[in-house]
């Protein structure tokens, strides 16, 4: 292992590069995400009313009646509003 590293050898930060991609970021991308996924988000919001504990909604969203686009939207949210380390896949 060398004893100076790259970032440590750079004497003016200012000249530093760093690129960017042209993937929309926060907040331009606030609008894209509410036209693809407000409805799923209304959706959650209407499972999570009607009932009564998490494993109510989790059953709900598991649903085989439910079309894969849509459980998987629901299961996301679930994820990251309920249960972290749930597994979506």
């Known amino acids: 292992m060398k004893d100076k590293s790259f970032l440590r050898q750079i004497n003016d930060v200012s000249k530093i590069v760093t690129p ?5 970021r926060f907040p331009e991308i606030l609008d ?5 996924y407000g409805g799923y988000i209304d959706l ?7 009932s009564d504990n998490s494993a109510d909604v989790l059953r709900s969203i598991r649903s085989s009646n439910r079309p894969s686009d849509e459980r998987m939207a629901l ?4 994820r990251q509003c ?4 749930l597994d979506t896949e």
């Open 75 to 78: 299961l996301k949210m679930y």
């Open 20 to 24: 960017i991609d042209s993937t929309l």
């Open 44 to 50: 959650f919001c209407m499972i999570i009313q009607e």
């Open 32 to 36: 894209v995400l509410l036209s693809k």
């Open 82 to 85: 309920v249960s972290p380390v």
